[in-house]
């Protein structure tokens, strides 16, 4: 049978759709099963649409990117499920974080304002990314693994030089760097808010000119004292920006121009409903939800023009340029903080796997002041082996199914028991607990 891209795409479509049943279905926890009979579509229909490129090549840019967006969508809601079975560590989970990850570093670069401290975090996790795709390679398609690679690979271009940039910056100069760096993002943090504060300005304002003001011959001084030589200049030049946006934040006061105010309306509503994510996502959130935080937020930045925003016509008003694009920055950190916190656990597990965390918590705090009394521990000693007798077999099962994350789980029980276990001893020999 003839394979056309409009075949392809309608397969797509349909897979989009069931994609998208399987992550609102809130009736009942998604079933690793479930994920990776459609994961195993597609494969088969990503190698189809290798095999059209030569084809779509000669079609309308139109029709190509029809298809390349379709597979996009399918492969970041794939990605999402496997999140949400527990399947972290796997070469398709990497695909819908690393996207991010790449846009967070492109946006670094874009507005050179940022520090060792932004890029660590993100570095540990493309090392750890590059891990997981290299341990899965034998067991996962290879068009797969090679759409995931690219992106791994772009973004630790993207991290390489950004690092390069800092390493012309002497190590001394970090606190003043991180401090302007910082007050930087804190006046366009006043910007985006729906009403602005002048005062909040002017005291981002006084502590820039502190910093001004503690140079000595127009140098930035190390923390003990010494003027060290390397990176004075890129300081200056941050210093300078910093002044820049002080003040164009108390001229605008957060004015945001007409014909972008409903970019502006939607970026606030993401960052607002993405913060309160952040709240409460560990008893709350499916991974699958960022699916549409995700796509709005990419769909806005891809849509800009030489780096500017739009309005309906096409034209680029100034007026709140950098307030949308600071908001866009926020909704990706906040995107990329939920993807991060996932653990390796289906969601099936979630609500056992939170209750140990915060029985875990609880006896943490315990084991700061010590016990009085063994009785003391019942509460917590009552909950874990109501916990340890859902086990069958030394597994957590729902049904007939055995969810993914059972060495999480129960590693996390047999330390809160080992925990218990050293509070009593050190009750029966009147030791506290350090």
């Not at 990329?336 to 943490?364: D, G, H, W």
Request: with cysteine; aromatic share 6%; charged share 30%.
């Amino acid at each position: 049978m003839l394979t056309t891209p409009e075949i392809v795409a309608e397969k797509l479509i349909k897979l989009r759709e069931s994609l998208i049943v399987l992550k609102q279905d809130r009736t009942t926890y998604v079933k690793s099963s479930s994920v990776v009979r459609l994961y195993d579509e597609l494969c088969e229909y990503v190698r189809q649409s290798q095999e059209l490129e030569d084809d779509l090549l000669d079609r309308s840019r139109a029709g190509r990117s029809e298809l390349g967006e379709l597979v996009t969508d399918c492969f970041e809601l794939i990605s999402l499920l496997f999140l949400t079975v527990g399947r972290n560590n796997e070469p398709p989970a990497v695909y819908a974080p690393v996207v991010i990850i790449k846009r967070l570093l492109e946006h670094l670069t874009e507005s050179g304002n940022y520090s060792g401290k932004d890029l660590a975090p993100l570095k540990k996790t493309l090392i750890e990314m590059r891990e997981n795709i290299e341990h899965g390679r034998p067991l996962c398609d290879e068009l797969i693994v090679s759409m995931v690679e690219s992106q791994v690979s772009a973004s630790e271009i993207f991290l390489k030089a950004l690092m390069e940039q800092l390493e012309s910056i002497s190590p001394e100069l970090e606190t003043p760097l991180e401090r302007l760096v910082s007050l930087r993002r804190s006046i366009k943090a006043c910007e985006s808010k729906t009403k602005f504060h002048p005062l909040e300005v002017e005291g981002y304002l006084s502590q820039i000119k502190e910093i001004d003001e503690a140079r000595v011959d127009g140098n930035f001084l190390a923390n003990d004292g010494t003027v060290p030589e390397l990176g004075q200049d890129i300081l200056a030049v941050l210093l300078e920006r910093c002044y820049a946006v002080a003040e164009n934040a108390l001229q605008s006061q957060g004015a945001v121009a007409p014909e972008l105010k409903p970019t502006y309306d939607k970026l606030l509503q993401a960052k607002s409903q993405l913060e309160k994510l952040e709240l409460t996502q560990a008893w709350s959130l499916r991974e699958t939800d960022l699916y549409e935080f995700q796509k709005l937020v990419l769909g806005l930045d891809e849509r800009r023009v030489d780096g500017k925003f739009v309005d309906n016509d096409g034209n680029t008003p100034e007026i709140g340029q950098s307030t949308l694009l600071y908001m866009v920055r926020r909704c990706y950190a906040h995107i990329y903080s939920l993807m991060s916190s996932s653990e390796p656990v289906s969601e099936a597990l979630t609500p056992i796997f939170n209750q140990l965390q915060t029985v875990r918590r609880c006896l943490k705090e315990v084991q700061k002041f010590g016990i009085s009394n063994a009785r003391d521990l019942y509460p917590y000693s009552m909950k874990l082996a109501s916990i340890d007798n859902m086990r069958v077999d030394g597994k957590f099962m729902v049904g007939n199914d055995i969810p993914e994350g059972q060495g999480r789980v129960n590693s996390l029980l047999a330390e809160c028991f080992e925990i218990c276990r050293e509070l009593r001893n050190s009750e029966d020999t009147g030791i506290t607990t350090p």
